[in-house]
């Protein structure tokens, strides 16, 4: 079983009290896909600009991590910069441009969109949280903290 995440593919750039990173991967679905590819291949749908690199996508490199969803449109790749405070529990928004994050219309790879049985023997395509639901109260998903 594999898993979808759709979301920001993005550059940060990040102020601490003990230093400060430049134009950084980030993006909530960079980070999911490669958290969650320690646990199960991963299908990323997202969006970039022309100015989103290879260093960038090496990250995703040598991990069971698909691409075949992320887009790549002209113009520049979303970007979020952030100051942490001495704690790194809080933090500020210096600015959010979202670039061409704004006009992403995710498109889902054919062959990601192909559906699989899901725990109620239905397709994932009619799978729903009344499916998820129905799931843990038998026990067969683990509950979430």
């Known amino acids: 079983m594999s898993i979808l995440v759709v979301g920001s593919v993005a ?3 990040v102020e601490t009290p003990f230093g400060r990173a430049q134009r950084v991967l980030g993006g909530s679905a960079s980070f999911f896909s490669v958290a969650a590819s320690f646990f199960a291949p991963v299908n990323l749908v997202g ?3 022309q100015d989103f690199g290879e260093e960038q996508l090496a990250a995703f490199r040598g991990r069971p991590i698909d691409t075949e969803g992320l887009e790549r449109m002209e113009g520049k790749t979303f970007h979020w910069q952030g100051r942490y405070s ?3 529990n809080s933090r500020d928004t210096i600015c ?3 670039n061409v994050f704004e006009f992403f219309k995710p498109k889902i790879p054919r062959a990601t969109a192909a559906p699989r049985s899901c725990s109620s023997g ?3 395509r009619c799978c729903s949280a009344r499916c998820w639901s129905r799931s843990r109260r038998r026990g067969s998903w683990p509950a979430t903290p």
């Open 47 to 49: 969006v970039v600009g």
């Open 11 to 13: 550059y940060d750039t």
């Open 86 to 88: 001495l704690d790194l």
């Open 122 to 124: 239905t397709s994932t």
């Open 96 to 98: 959010t441009d979202l």
